[in-house]
């Protein structure tokens, strides 16, 4: 039994539509047109930072082009490409701990905001803020399980983990915001 079958495949695998049998994307090319977005937004959520997020991508996908034809056959192009993802990141994480940050500029002016959506921003940005201060598997099995809306499955198939490892991020991270929710609400 192959990975491919013992857990569901992962939305838009590389399969091609045009095929009756969902024969498997041979173009690297066009899958790539068609999940970079998917993998850029996967990215930033996971990393927290739109500058990482393309090189991110970009570095997944070079490990992924000479596999290929192996991966596209196998169903299992998008698992692997999100779990390189994830290894880059907390690779980055591991990397940045040992260095001393610099502020980011921003040179784009910001626009003024509504009053609606001041405080739609606000809980965004209070619930991001949250999100990020996650180790960073914890952070990125929140993001494919509430953002991406995987099963704990293909979660797990992503993060090269059992499906219980899993579950323990999903809910140890939701415990621990859980908690700094409570610490942030009593302290007002």
């Given amino acids: 039994m192959t990975l491919s079958q013992e857990v569901p495949p992962l939305p838009n695998d590389p399969v091609d539509p045009a095929s009756p049998r969902g024969e498997p994307v041979e173009d690297f090319g066009h899958w790539v047109a068609a999940r970079g977005g998917a993998l850029q937004r996967f990215a930033y959520l996971v990393t927290g930072n739109a500058h990482d997020a393309p090189d991110l991508v970009q570095d997944a996908l070079a490990h992924a082009l000479p596999r290929w034809k192996q991966l596209a056959a196998a169903g299992t192009a998008e698992a692997y490409v999100r779990r390189s993802i994830v290894n880059g990141s907390i690779s980055r994480w591991r990397k940045g701990r040992r260095l001393v940050a610099v502020e980011d500029v921003e040179s784009v002016a910001p626009r003024e905001p509504t009053e609606d959506e001041t405080a739609r921003l606000e809980d965004a940005d209070a619930a991001w803020q949250l999100v990020q201060s996650l180790p960073p598997t914890q952070r990125a099995a ?13 979660i797990a198939l992503i993060l090269d983990c059992p499906e219980t490892t899993a579950r323990s991020h999903v809910h140890r991270a939701l415990g621990r915001l859980r908690q700094q929710l409570a610490e942030g609400a009593s302290r007002d």
Wanted: aromatic residues 24%; without cysteine; hydrophobic residues 60%.
């Fill in 142 to 154: 929140v993001v494919l399980r509430f953002y991406e809306d995987l099963a704990f499955a293909q």
